[in-house]
């Protein structure tokens, strides 16, 4: 461009308006090019730069999984063996205890549990974040496992003054992870009477929908605001409830159940009830991709 310019650039040129305008068009021309070639070296720097960082996060967050696997699987064995020795010596096979010693073996036991409980949440996410959820699936009933978690969860719930309802619909049988979907089952019926007032109620229902199992929780606690409708399945998400005698709180249940039920091919979500309340619904299909 240079050289086309002082060799076509002469004063004498430029007065003439067709040669200096078309000076003026090839300049434009040039620029542009050399704009687009430096935006594209730009462009190239830049993704370049992106790939790299997303390429680091990748490997922190694969680091991050595994220590918090390898973390969370070491500390399951001394959890299980403080909390069975403290249950050992509460059943006072191995001597009498006193009414301290008692209680104060009541609170090792109680509290080894709830690590334990969240151990193995913590083991869920970091198995499950590498892809590795495993579904078991046999051929049983979606009702019996429904009435099953719901007895567990009754005396749970009657401690807290709140009465669990349940109407369960004949579904037909399928294959299904009945230790994952109960643990879904679980979550759902704890955190419904976990957020409960007492004196509320808790409904369950269980029907078939077309193709698929639907199985629903409704509570008549504070509800869920209509923004964090999304947000709480993810992991240690939580929106502003707080459990109404003091449970335990981590954020992980939901997130490990929306893994759970989209395993089996399903779809989980959380609504608000037409008075207040929230309602959790899941569907799980009869005929899985496996
Ligand atoms: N029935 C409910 N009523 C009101 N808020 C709820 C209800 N269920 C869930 N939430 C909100 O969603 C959040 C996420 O629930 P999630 O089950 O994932 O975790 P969590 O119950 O707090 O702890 P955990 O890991 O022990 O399950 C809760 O902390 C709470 O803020
Ligand atoms: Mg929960």
């Not at 310019?5 to 003026?24: A, Y």
């Not at 190239?44 to 969370?72: P, Y």
């Not at 083991?123 to 590498?130: A, C, F, N």
């Not at 509800?223 to 929106?239: A, H, M, T, V, Y």
Request: net charge negative.
């Amino acid at each position: 461009m240079k050289q086309v310019l002082e060799k076509f650039g002469t004063p004498e040129n430029l007065e003439d308006p067709r040669i200096r305008s078309l000076l003026v068009h090839l300049i434009d021309q040039w620029s542009l090019q050399h704009d687009h070639a430096r935006e594209r070296l730009f462009l190239e720097d830049l993704n370049a730069r992106c790939t790299h960082a997303i390429n680091s996060l990748v490997e922190l967050h694969r680091n991050k999984n595994s220590f918090l696997g390898m973390a969370s699987h070491d500390l399951r064995n001394p959890l299980i063996s403080i909390r069975g020795l403290a249950e050992i010596l509460l059943s006072e096979v191995a001597g009498d205890l006193s009414r301290t010693q008692k209680e104060y073996l009541s609170i090792i036991s109680s509290t080894s549990n709830g690590m334990l409980g969240l151990v193995n949440d913590l083991l869920d996410v970091s198995v499950m974040e590498r892809g590795q959820l495993n579904i078991h699936r046999v051929m049983g009933s979606m009702k019996d496992l429904v009435e099953e978690r719901v007895q567990v969860y009754s005396p749970i719930a009657e401690e807290k003054d709140v009465r669990l309802s349940a109407r369960c619909h004949e579904v037909p049988h399928f294959l299904f992870d009945p230790v994952r979907l109960g643990q879904v089952m679980d979550n759902l019926l704890g955190n419904a009477v976990k957020f409960s007032p007492s004196g509320s109620l808790v409904e369950v229902l269980l029907e078939k929908e077309g193709k698929s199992a639907r199985f629903t929780v409704a509570d008549s606690g504070p509800g869920i605001p209509s923004e964090d409708l999304e947000r709480i399945f993810r992991e240690f998400q939580k929106s502003g409830s707080r459990p109404t005698a003091g449970e335990r709180s981590t954020g992980l249940g939901l997130a490990i159940a929306k893994k759970i039920v989209e395993a089996h091919g399903g779809c989980i979500s959380a609504s608000n009830g037409p008075e207040k309340g929230a309602v959790f619904t899941f569907h799980i299909p009869f005929d899985q991709p496996i």
